[in-house]
């Protein structure tokens, strides 16, 4: 019997979810790590046809895949309605709709 689509996703950001919360427990001891996370959390989302989550995006390069960290190695601008975050490592910038806060 094959498995549900949703069933399958559903699994998928799960699994998403935890090796983003690898990534951030390990990067102040070891960024590599943190950075492969990141790399099997982008390649299961692939595969899966899983989409990653709004508030997880922000969280990493799409140039080179670093977790990303505000004053560690990225850092985060305001730019009315945007907000604006770069990587230290790569230089990449990342525009983003800021997040309504009431």
């Known amino acids: 019997m094959k ?7 559903k699994i998928a ?6 090796l983003f919360e690898l990534a951030e427990e390990e ?7 943190a950075k492969k996370c990141i790399e099997f959390a982008r390649r299961i989302s692939t595969r899966n046809k899983a989409k990653i989550p709004a508030e997880l995006k922000q969280k990493f390069c799409k140039k080179c895949g670093a977790f990303l960290k505000n004053g560690k190695n990225c850092e985060t601008e305001k730019i009315g309605c945007l907000v604006k975050i770069k990587c230290l490592e790569c230089g990449f910038e990342r525009k983003t709709r800021a997040e309504n806060s009431k």
């Not at 498995?3 to 996703?9: A, H, L, T």
């Open 27 to 33: 990067f102040e001891k070891n960024p590599g790590f």
């Open 13 to 18: 950001l799960e699994r998403i979810y935890r």
């Open 3 to 9: 498995p549900n689509k949703n069933f399958v996703q």
